[in-house]
Nanobody, 118 residues
Framework: QVQLVESGGGLVQAGGSLRLSCAASGSMFAINTMGWYRQAPGKQRELVATIRSRGGTNYANSVKGRFTISRENAKNTVYLQMNMLKPEDTAVYYC????????????WGQGTQVTVSS
């Protein structure tokens, strides 16, 4: 079982920046994928970005060039640097851990609210 704790959400004006952090603990596979999904009111949860334990990344088209995902394996922590935020980025952001490189199932954090005002 893997536990995930997110931090760093908040309220920011359009064009601003926020950095999310997610610390993982528990029984983790050495080969894994961590990442961020988000869910806006009335919408389905969607991928934001993922990063493999050896560094390969994947981004949603809507955030490419604005968001950067990174991780510190020694700390079992993943980060999401969000720049040039837009009101449509407003959502609850969830951290996720997948054992291996297949992004199904997984362990989820409680979520952190990001609100971007116009």
């Amino acid at each position: 079982q893997v536990q995930l704790v997110e931090s760093g959400g908040g309220l920011v004006q359009a064009g601003g920046s926020l950095r999310l952090s997610c610390a993982a603990s528990g029984s983790m596979f050495a080969i894994n994928t961590m990442g961020w999904y988000r869910q806006a009111p009335g919408k389905q949860r969607e991928l934001v970005a993922t990063i493999r334990s050896r560094g390969g990344t994947n981004y949603a088209n809507s955030v490419k060039g604005r968001f950067t995902i990174s991780r510190e394996n020694a700390k079992n922590t993943v980060y999401l640097q969000m720049n040039m935020l837009k009101p449509e980025d407003t959502a609850v952001y969830y951290c996720v851990y997948f054992a291996g490189y297949v992004t199904s199932g997984g362990s989820w954090g409680q979520g952190t609210q990001v609100t971007v005002s116009s």
